[in-house]
Nanobody
Framework: QVHLVESGGGLAQPGGSLRLSCAASGFTFSTYTMTWARQAPGKGLEWVCGIYSDGSKTYYADSVKGRFTISRDDAKSTLYLQMNNLKHEDTALYYC??????????WGQGTQVTVSS
């Protein structure tokens, strides 16, 4: 059974940093493209970034480009999101999502990120 468990969320000040982690189990992590998505209160889902299965390519939403960095450690079956220079508008529930053969097929429970002074 596929499990994705996010951690690392919390409260940060504007301009601060947080590092999210997503521990994956129940599948061969290294063979999947993985992504991060987020949903802010009262807003729709926003795709934040993704990383290819072999780590050869990453892609980012314009809203986070230059501030967020996605990475993966296949030996640990873990996905990361380093978030720097956080802004109020980064406040959201962040999800780790697997990009399967037929779409985004597995989601974690989410970790809350709140940016506030």
């Amino acid at each position: 059974q596929v499990h994705l468990v996010e951690s690392g969320g919390g409260l940060a000040q504007p301009g601060g940093s947080l590092r999210l982690s997503c521990a994956a189990s129940g599948f061969t992590f290294s063979t999947y493209t993985m992504t991060w998505a987020r949903q802010a209160p009262g807003k729709g889902l926003e795709w934040v970034c993704g990383i290819y299965s072999d780590g050869s390519k990453t892609y980012y939403a314009d809203s986070v480009k230059g501030r967020f960095t996605i990475s993966r450690d296949d030996a640990k079956s873990t996905l990361y999101l380093q978030m720097n220079n956080l802004k109020h508008e980064d406040t959201a529930l962040y999800y780790c999502v697997r990009d399967g053969a037929y779409g985004y097929d597995s989601w974690g429970q989410g970790t809350q990120v709140t940016v506030s002074s």
